[in-house]
């Protein structure tokens, strides 16, 4: 994490070493500012303690069930819903043969929170923990987590699973599609669509052109999740899917996307403000 690292304890227990360290430094006042806790676990085989990732161990204590492609992990208090998860498999398939890509097995984490998936993967604390509990998501190599968002939920399933395969593309690009494909936040791109038109009609001075400038419009909803999606979803519409792909392929620079933007929807920088805005009013009438 390049920060210093205070170790907090050792423990042995037969042949596993659990080890809590401290990611953390002092402010110029004294006060101490701590960015998180962790739990790093080494065994020793063959003589030698060597580290492993602390999920690997703690997810055995969850319970698993594996439906289709996907290994779910999930609490004891989670009642598994077998509907949600063959859902979420026939998307897999028809997603990854929209993308020409092979579908992969994978791991699938949910809880109630967020939370309760860092404390599986090892966190005692993190900058940012706690607080109200929302819906959200988390995308790594051959795993996804979804804290308060159940066993259908497609977004960072996308992220696992179709992003590796198409490297030269703009974040907008991938965050897009997987909230027009999968929602964000456990709500639809609608939603957000919806929410968005409705703080835009008040907020005439946000100028939608600068697309990299603007932040969140709160908590829940993301304008790179919601414009990125609207964008895709226009994409979507003129060319099917062979337009995403192209579009997926269109390059990593803010500049790229600007230029993807025109060449497959034939809207320039300048007019980005006021086109997005009408295509907001129009799919929230709809």
């Known amino acids: 994490m390049g920060l210093p690292v205070h170790i907090l304890s050792i423990e042995f227990r037969d042949d596993i070493c659990n080890i809590k360290a401290q990611f953390s430094y002092c402010k110029e006042d004294g006060v101490p500012?701590?960015?998180?806790?962790?739990n790093y676990v080494a065994k020793k085989i063959n003589g030698e303690y060597r580290l492993f990732n602390a999920?690997?161990?703690?997810?055995?204590?969850?319970?698993?069930?594996?439906?289709?492609?996907?290994?779910?992990?999930?609490?004891?208090?989670h009642k598994f819903n077998h509907e949600k998860a063959n859902k979420l498999n026939d998307l897999i398939n028809e997603t990854c043969a929209h993308f020409n890509v092979t579908p992969e097995e994978f791991?699938?984490?949910?809880?109630?929170?967020?939370?309760?998936?860092?404390n599986l993967k090892g966190f005692d604390y993190y900058l940012g923990m706690g607080g109200y509990s929302k819906p959200s998501g988390k995308a790594a190599t051959g795993k996804a987590y979804c804290g308060g968002?159940?066993?259908?939920?497609?977004?960072?399933?996308?992220?696992?699973?179709?992003?590796?395969?198409?490297?030269?593309?703009h974040y907008w690009v991938s965050e897009?599609?997987?909230?027009l494909l999968?929602?964000?936040?456990?709500?639809?791109?609608?939603?957000?669509?919806?929410?968005?038109?409705?703080?835009l009609q008040d907020h005439p001075e946000v100028d939608l052109s600068d697309l990299f400038s603007l932040g969140n419009l709160d908590t829940i909803t993301t304008y790179h999740y919601v414009l990125g999606g609207l964008i895709a979803k226009k994409i979507m519409e003129?060319?099917?899917?062979?337009?995403?792909?192209?579009?997926?392929?269109?390059?990593?620079s803010n500049e790229d996307y600007y230029n993807a933007i025109e060449k497959f929807l034939g809207v320039q920088h300048n007019d980005l403000n006021s086109y997005l805005?009408?295509?907001?009013?129009?799919?929230?009438?709809?």
């Open 33 to 38: 500012y701590v960015f998180a806790i962790v």
């Open 176 to 179: 897009g599609i997987a909230t």
């Open 238 to 252: 003129k060319g099917s899917w062979s337009l995403l792909i192209e579009f997926m392929n269109s390059g990593t």
């Open 55 to 77: 999920l690997s161990f703690n997810q055995e204590k969850w319970l698993s069930t594996k439906v289709g492609l996907v290994n779910f992990y999930y609490p004891h208090y």
């Open 107 to 118: 791991n699938y984490y949910l809880a109630n929170d967020f939370d309760e998936i860092q």
């Open 149 to 169: 968002l159940g066993e259908f939920y497609f977004h960072e399933v996308f992220h696992v699973l179709i992003d590796k395969h198409y490297p030269n593309k």
């Open 182 to 199: 999968g929602g964000s936040r456990d709500e639809s791109l609608e939603w957000h669509i919806n929410r968005t038109n409705t703080y």
């Open 277 to 286: 805005r009408t295509q907001l009013k129009l799919e929230a009438e709809l």
